[in-house]
């Protein structure tokens, strides 16, 4: 069966996290999706390879030998692309980098404002070579106002938007948010403003320019914050907020944070074997749901008449979740899920990394880890879609393409490369980096093509 | 108030959409609208649920007045149904035809057992995208767990890697960010499903049932946690205000001397010695201008010496003052840590014009809101009129397909609208 975008080609100039992220859901939907990549550690490892090979910040598996294409993590985040390698910094480079847009439907990249431009590839450029060419940039802060020269990655796009202050317990800093969420989320609105585009191009031939930024597409996630200040003129430097995993923080005024309703209990509590994430969260947004975690701890006698109501809970949050943390204590964190769960209490365990893959038995059944092959690292679990589409199914059944990869098909079926000016451009810096040893598998592709 | 669908040129004008939905589906409903569909929310005569979520407007609670409800369905109509009668299921089922997209939040089954699942909808508009949007899919163990935003981002990872160094929390919890990001996962996630699906159907004419998990959605919200698991056995732990690691590293959020936080981003790169050249201005370069830091293999062996020195001098000064000279004269990507507040007075997105203002005619009153996150050169998003008030188009909607004014009212008494 086909994929939903099958047909559809994009042009990848794409590095670091949040772009190769919007790229991957382009490909694993269909689209042909080809990765122009410039292997050379001397410009920041405008592929993604270079960065992730330093030495203790990779995720080469123990037992592989280090190189440009041993990255776990570079597998996961370009799976289902085909790369090409390129010099967009040479005359012949930046040509097949026109003829490849010229073939193309969608161009995606998140440098910073005004890169593309630079390289003789601005928005108008693209459109005299292709006039309904979709163009995706996605830098930190836009192409356009007064401060589109600034860069930011995840950490800072998450500090300027609000979403690092919307994080934490009351009288401690911000906690912030543990990894790049604002790389992922930045990678959704790229895909997301690409398959816009596509709407409208389909409905009218239109292409246009998709110009994100993405500290504004932090800052869209705010909205009942944002709101509350422009309508109530209530801020957010405020006493009790943000309330830490509580609705509403113990001896705080009894206002709405933001997470949905107003309920208690609604807390994190420690479990058997108190590991750094041994942690269950146990919410009752009625008081069905609190009579049923009163029954589940056996009606314990400090559970009285005072937590019956919504306002009594949380007028005696602390004592609350006190005894409730010495009943789950008792619990290992899945079996106290279920046991939870089927009270009719919502509750669940905080899972990390390791237990979304070894122990979450939802994602074990819907298959969300099942392996694809890749050239060099062979058959690893990859983290497929989130949907299931009963007309056009999306499985991740590839995993990244080794730098280089599909040079012959691209560069020489597509945009008429010679063999010869292809072996030729091996060694005088079109094709790949002087400063790099070209990589064998290179070579015998050429070969191989030529025997054909 | 009404929305004149002939005016409207979004990207997705002339997408017509049927919003069954909860707070799972809503932020979903919402961008399609802003980008110029015509999302149907239909609504029990009761009102949504999130309706009564505040906070509210003055803080008045009422169904037209939670600004939770105000941000997540601006652009959208509102027409109610009461799905338990038939002739709500029917009404639904006359709605559906003319759809091209179902988005739905019910638990699985609900809609096959109200006869108004994909396959019964698909008999009748071949073309029609069905979205189900749930927490966990439709098939699974967990498929019957009750969640919430908190519980999401429990299971989804996000609270494992959110927290504090033992020297700000003893305890070490985990810490389940705010704003209604478990939600926004799966909806940014079922959005991308659905206009693949539509670019699909353009090409085939055909629809499809889209099966989206919330919980699978924020599963794949960690950046490189779980290839940190899978290809090396790395389990991360929560630090303040930065990347959760397998080993502890430096502090990267620095009070200053104005009692904010700013920032200090990714790695150190060479340009950190323009900086340098603004803390020597007020004599606190320390060693930092010693030309053995131009070796990268010492300024790398140095790094958290250098960041401390910098750091030192970032709560000495203010925020503003550190980060635009960071950003201006060192090109580096720092950020100060702005509370929502702060956002309103930024001349950069002023520009690029992201903040809008809403007009509430029934209040005589006109609100700003967060736009969107992209400028699209040729279809703006847009708001195009404030959240519907609760069935505010219902006559509207149900009369353009056959129900007339005396029809509505027989309806009305019943209890059906």
């Not at chain 1, 003129?233 to 206002?255: H, I, L, M, N, Y």
């Not at chain 2, 033992?166 to 206009?195: C, L, Q």
């Not at chain 2, 790395?234 to 920032?263: E, F, K, L, M, W």
């Not at chain 2, 980060?323 to 001349?347: F, K, S, T």
Request: hydrophobic letters at 40%; one cysteine or more; a negative charge.
């Amino acid at each position: 069966m086909t994929r939903p975008l099958e047909g559809l080609r994009v042009v990848d100039f794409t590095w670091v996290r949040a772009g190769p992220w919007a790229a991957r859901w382009l490909a694993i939907l269909g689209a042909d999706v080809i990765k122009v990549e410039w292997p050379d550690p001397a410009i920041g490892g405008s592929t993604g390879r270079v960065v992730r090979n330093v030495p203790g910040m990779g995720s080469t598996p123990d037992g592989v030998p280090r190189s440009m294409n041993s990255d776990g993590h570079f597998n996961d985040m370009h799976a289902m692309k085909r790369s090409v390698t390129m010099n967009l910094r040479s005359a012949r480079g930046l040509e097949l980098a026109k003829k490849l847009i010229a073939q193309a439907d969608i161009v995606i990249e998140n440098f910073s404002a005004g890169v593309l431009k630079s390289w003789g590839l601005s928005f108008p450029e693209m459109q005299a070579i292709k006039p309904d060419i979709i163009y995706v940039s996605m830098a930190g802060f836009g192409h356009t106002g007064p401060r589109a020269h600034f860069q930011t990655m995840g950490p800072s796009v998450q500090a300027l938007s609000g979403l690092t202050y919307i994080s934490g317990i009351p009288g401690k800093p911000p906690a912030g948010w543990g990894w790049s969420y604002m790389d992922d989320t930045g990678g959704m609105y790229g895909a997301i403003g690409a398959l816009t585009a596509l709407q409208h191009r389909t409905r009218t031939g239109e292409g246009q320019h998709v110009d994100l930024s993405q500290v504004a597409a932090g800052m869209t996630l705010l909205g009942p914050a944002l709101l509350d200040l422009t309508a109530n003129g209530r801020g957010s430097r405020r006493e009790g907020f943000p309330p830490g995993d509580r609705a509403v923080w113990p001896g705080t005024p009894k206002v709405h944070n933001y997470r949905g309703p107003i309920a208690a209990p609604h807390n994190t509590y420690r479990t058997l074997g108190g590991g750094h994430n041994d942690w269950v969260g146990i919410v009752c947004q009625t008081d069905a749901q609190w009579q049923a975690l009163k029954h589940a701890m056996g009606d314990p006698a400090w559970a009285d008449a005072r937590f019956d109501t919504l306002d009594g809970r949380l007028d005696h949050q602390d004592e609350m979740d006190q005894q409730i943390q010495a009943w789950v204590e008792g619990f290992e964190k899945y079996a106290l899920t279920d046991r939870l769960q089927s009270a009719g209490v919502p509750a669940m365990a905080v899972q990390s990394n390791e237990d979304r893959v070894e122990h979450d038995p939802q994602l074990r059944a819907r298959g969300m880890y099942d392996p694809a092959s890749h050239p060099i690292l062979g058959s690893w679990p990859m983290q497929h879609a989130p949907w299931t589409m009963s007309g056009t199914p999306t499985p991740v059944d590839r995993g990244a393409p080794i730098c280089g990869e599909h040079n012959v098909e691209i560069l020489c079926g597509m945009l008429g490369v010679s063999e010869t000016e292809l072996r030729e451009g091996y060694a005088d810096n079109t094709f790949w980096p002087k400063s790099v040893p070209l990589e064998s598998y290179l070579l015998e592709a050429l070969e191989a093509e030529q025997v054909r | 108030m009404t929305t004149d669908q002939s005016t409207v040129s979004g990207p997705l004008t002339g997408v017509r959409v049927l919003e069954l939905s909860n707070q799972l589906g809503q932020w979903c409903g919402k961008l399609m609208a802003d980008f110029g569909a015509d999302v149907i929310k239909i609504e029990p005569p009761t009102g949504a649920a999130e309706r009564q979520v505040g906070p509210f407007y003055a803080d008045v609670e009422d169904p037209n007045r939670s600004l939770y409800f105000w941000h997540y369905n601006t652009s959208k109509k509102s027409v109610t149904l009461d799905l338990d009668q038939p002739e709500g299921r029917d009404l639904f089922r006359r709605l559906a035809r003319t759809a091209d997209v179902v988005l739905e939040t019910m638990p699985p089954g609900t809609l096959d057992a109200m006869g108004l699942g994909y396959e019964s909808l698909a008999a009748e508009n071949p073309g029609l995208i069905v979205c189900s949007l749930t927490d966990f899919g439709q098939s699974g163990p967990w498929v019957g767990y009750q969640m919430t935003d908190m519980l999401h981002l429990a299971a989804g990872g996000q609270m494992a890697a959110c927290g504090y160094d033992e020297v700000d929390d003893p305890e070490r919890r985990p810490i389940a960010p705010g704003g209604g990001n478990g939600y926004h996962m799966g909806a940014h996630y079922a959005y991308i499903a659905t206009m693949a699906a539509l670019y699909h159907r353009s090409v085939t004419g055909q629809g499809q049932h889209l099966d989206v998990s919330a919980h699978e959605s924020a599963a794949l919200t960690t950046e490189m946690h779980i290839p940190n698991w899978i290809y090396t056995n790395v389990v991360v732990q929560r630090q303040t205000g930065r990347h959760a690691g397998a080993r502890p590293s430096a502090p990267s959020q620095i009070p200053t001397g104005d009692g904010r936080y700013v920032n200090m981003g990714g790695g150190l790169s060479s340009s950190f010695r323009a900086f340098v050249e603004v803390m020597a201005e007020s004599g606190q370069a320390g060693d930092l201008q010693d030309l053995k830091y131009l070796d990268p293999d010492v300024m790398q062996e140095n790094t958290d010496h250098i960041r401390n020195q910098i750091a030192q001098f970032v709560k000495t000064v203010p925020a503003e003052t550190s980060y635009v000279a960071a950003q201006e004269i060192a090109g580096m990507p720092w950020g100060i840590v702005r509370a929502p507040d702060e956002l309103l007075d930024d001349e950069h997105f002023r520009e690029r014009g992201f903040f809008i203002d809403v007009e509430h005619p029934e209040l005589g009153q006109t609100f700003t809101y967060p736009g969107a996150a992209a400028v699209f050169t040729a279809t703006p998003q847009q708001i195009y009129r404030r959240a519907p008030l609760l069935g505010e188009d219902t006559a509207e909607v149900l009369g353009a397909v056959g129900i007339d004014a005396s029809r509505l009212e027989q309806l009305r008494a019943s209890g059906v609208v």
